[in-house]
């Protein structure tokens, strides 16, 4: 049963804590993605990575990690430096291009509550 | 401070009708666009594809329009169901690099 999957779909913590969002795919996708989606609002792009071992910011990175030691893995790190971190986050992997498609697949999303 | 959320673009059909939703791309030298379809509290879900070779491409029930003179996509739904009540987005790939800019996205309401 292929896809991508995104836990926990609820996190809570306390200001000034790291976290960290789980992304993992069995889809074999060279690229993955993280998006930040607030109530109202399209998504924003916080890091993409293309290959293992490498990784881009995107348009919304202040606050954000990433790692990209696995291929089907793409953990992101919401750090205390992030100011307004409560929001819903998306993970996407894509075939990097492969083809006619750039169609990128979606995670459920973590919805993350900083108080 | 607490930021404000936006109030999303709305259309409101009644059930059994054709929806029309419309979007404005940025950049002429996008290359691809996709809609998504996304339910509340869940992850965008692929609905249909088209590249900028294309002016229409056709699914089951839906239809993509591109009109690249005026930078404008449009997805119409046929038959529309309360299933279909979703936010839908846009979104434009740019170049080889395989990212996705999207759009603010429209809530599309079915009211039986």
């Known amino acids: 049963d292929g896809g991508i999957t995104q836990s926990p779909k609820y996190l809570f913590r306390k200001e000034g804590q790291n976290v960290t969002l789980s992304c993992e795919q069995n889809?074999?996708?060279?690229?993955m993605y993280w998006y930040r989606q607030d109530p109202g609002q399209g998504l924003r792009l916080i890091y993409y990575?293309?290959?293992?071992?490498?990784?881009q910011k995107g348009d919304i990175a202040e606050g954000y990690s990433v790692s990209r030691e696995k291929k089907e893995s793409f953990p992101l790190t919401v750090t205390s430096a992030q100011k307004n971190p409560t929001a819903f986050y998306l993970c996407?992997?894509?075939?990097?291009?492969?083809?006619?498609?750039?169609?990128?697949?979606f995670g459920p999303g973590t919805r993350l509550t900083v108080t | 401070g607490e930021s404000v959320g936006l109030h999303l673009p709305t259309l409101s059909v009644q059930e059994g009708d054709n929806s029309i939703i419309n979007c404005a791309y940025s950049n002429s030298a996008s290359d691809y666009f996709i809609w998504y379809k996304q339910e509340s509290g869940k992850g965008p879900q692929f609905i249909i594809d088209i590249r900028s070779n294309m002016d229409k491409r056709q699914g089951q029930r839906v239809t993509v329009l591109l009109n690249k003179t005026v930078k404008h996509l449009s997805l119409q739904i046929a038959a529309t169901q309360p299933g279909d009540s979703a936010v839908y987005f846009c979104?434009?790939?740019?170049?080889?690099?395989?990212?996705?800019?999207f759009g603010q996205g429209t809530e599309l309401s079915v009211k039986p």
């Open positions: 889809l074999n996708h060279d690229a």
């Open positions: 990575s293309q290959i293992v071992n490498d990784f």
């Open positions: 996407a992997s894509s075939s990097r291009g492969g083809g006619d498609s750039y169609e990128q697949y």
């Open positions: 979104a434009e790939n740019i170049g080889q690099g395989g990212k996705l800019i």
